[in-house]
């Protein structure tokens, strides 16, 4: 068994390892930064702009590409020339702060509520002091239920 | 109130400063008689920084301008000629080159002849800083610093003669010549 283990192992790494090394040598695509990087002057993302703005950051992420530029490189060359306001990702200063504080505080606060919401269930389900468990028959359900089959046996 | 409807209305006034405060935010807005912002931007040529308040005492025209901008491409020879039929009376034109690659900047500025002192705004704040929403606008700046004209358009050679030029023979520009989408 240990065997078939470490022949699985082995195989799985002979599969990976030349498709991520492909994958971290592969030159960059427009379509893969145009989704990450914004028209400035029209506040679109770059993939859905048509500016003539738009059209020169395209030219000049083709030109950064065949001069051999990795992803990160040429985001750092779109900052340098159009400021930081060029990537897609918002500011972590100011107004725009909102959008990264906003949907951690929100996934907070809906765990939170979740968290209380589901201890009251369990402590309602599970018999608290003075409530009855809804899992314990009544008294009269014996009676209730022989009654129930006698009326529909045939 | 209970404590749950309190924290209830609490959310719901803060989400609706919060809508307000995006929708109400004071864009800047400039008039004439004010002075424009004017920290030194970088040349475009790299050497060193520029300010409009390094040519004061002279009627300067900010020009703000990208090589991507269309009607950039129409107005920038209009204007150097305005500069060239007007530097002797003090005429100086500063452009501001605003949300633009460099190279290509450059290389309109080459194409062009322009001759005038250029400096960069890549990210486009001092665009921001002057109210401008798109390209080209322009604004005369007086001897003493403040605006004279603020125009939010593309200028031919007749409009500049219209608005500049009787500033710089010492009159006022006549109504009827000056653009609708111009302020003097």
Request: glycine letters at 10%; a negative charge; one cysteine or more.
């Amino acid at each position: 068994m240990r065997a078939v283990r470490i022949l699985a192992a082995t195989l799985a790494l002979t599969v990976l390892m030349p498709a991520t090394a492909i994958a971290q040598q592969a030159p960059p695509s427009l379509p893969d930064i145009e989704d990450e990087v914004m028209c400035p002057t029209c506040g679109f993302s770059l993939a859905l702009s048509e500016s003539p703005q738009a059209n020169q950051i395209r030219d000049l992420i083709r030109q950064l590409i065949d001069e051999g530029l990795t992803k990160e490189q040429i985001k750092d060359a779109l900052v340098v020339e159009y400021g930081p306001e060029v990537l897609a990702s918002p500011e972590t200063s100011g107004f725009d702060l909102a959008a990264w504080v906003v949907p951690g505080l929100a996934i907070l606060i809906a765990g939170a509520a979740l968290t209380i919401g589901v201890r009251r269930w369990r402590s309602a389900a599970g018999g608290g002091p003075g409530v009855p468990s809804r899992l314990e028959p009544e008294p009269g359900d014996d009676e209730r239920l022989a009654a129930d089959l006698d009326r529909y046996r045939l | 109130m209970s404590n749950r409807a309190f924290l209830a209305v609490i959310g719901a006034l803060a989400v609706i400063a919060l809508l307000a405060f995006g929708v109400f935010k004071a864009e800047p807005s400039l008039a004439v008689g004010e002075a424009p912002p004017d920290a030194p931007l970088p040349r475009l040529d790299g050497s060193g920084d520029a300010a409009i308040a390094d040519f004061a005492g002279s009627w300067v025209l900010v020009n703000f301008w990208a090589s991507w901008c269309g009607p950039c491409e129409s107005e920038s020879p209009d204007i150097q000629s305005l500069l060239e039929d007007r530097a002797d009376d003090g005429l100086v034109v500063f452009g501001i080159n605003s949300r633009d690659a460099t190279d290509s900047a450059r290389a309109f500025e080459q194409e062009l002849g322009l001759t005038w002192e250029m400096v960069r705004d890549g990210d486009g704040k001092r665009m921001d800083e002057y109210g401008i929403p798109g390209l080209p606008e322009s604004f005369l700046v007086d001897p003493e610093g403040r605006l004279a004209a603020i125009c939010r358009g593309p200028l031919t050679l007749r409009q500049l003669n219209a608005v500049v030029g009787p500033f710089l023979d010492g009159a006022r520009p006549a109504a009827a010549g000056v653009p609708p989408f111009c302020e003097v």
